[in-house]
């Protein structure tokens, strides 16, 4: 909509109504600036919709997540940039039989998603994950803490 013939030929409002209506014929390309794509809010409602609860033991971490009803080839855990873990995957909806209908559906399907950077003393080559009873505990172990030795420095007289 053109506000110009209410009066309104400000500048500001000129950028006032790019940012409410979305206009993308600026940017040439016809992406905006201001909007995220829609990978990146696919992404985030996944990851959002993905509770998760981290606990530190003395010699490793674990990350439980609720997964009911996955399966193993449903469930992707990963190591990105060699300190990000990566647990995706897709819950599914069982296949509707013929004269079934659904009188309610309240859980959650689709996609999901979480990203946790790891600390500085996770062991990336020994990292497990196990779903058991419906929650999926992923193992991340930790380094052996390095001892730093006394260096000795000779002192010459001169």
């Known amino acids: 909509m053109d506000i110009r013939f209410l009066g ?6 000129h950028t006032l109504h790019n940012i409410l209506d979305g206009d993308e014929s600026e940017s040439g390309n016809g992406k905006s600036a201001t909007h995220p794509t829609r990978a990146y809010v696919r992404d985030a409602r996944a990851m959002a919709a993905t509770p998760a609860d981290v606990v530190e033991y003395p010699n490793s971490y674990a990350f439980l997540i609720d997964m009911p009803g996955s399966r193993s080839g449903d469930i992707k855990v ?3 940039e060699d300190n990000v873990l990566v647990i ?5 909806r ?5 004269g079934v209908k659904y009188v309610r559906m309240e859980r959650r399907m689709g996609k999901f998603l979480r990203k ?3 600390p500085e003393n996770a062991d990336t080559e020994k990292i497990s994950a196990v779903c058991r009873d419906g929650v999926l505990m992923v193992t991340v172990e930790k380094l052996p803490p390095q001892t730093k030795k006394a260096k000795t420095i000779e002192v010459k007289i001169a």
Do not use: M, N, W, Y
């Open 8 to 13: 309104f030929d400000s500048p500001i409002f």
């Open 78 to 80: 990963q190591v990105e």
């Open 88 to 92: 995706s995957g897709e819950r599914k």
């Open 94 to 98: 069982a296949e509707a039989k013929e």
């Open 116 to 118: 946790f950077t790891l």
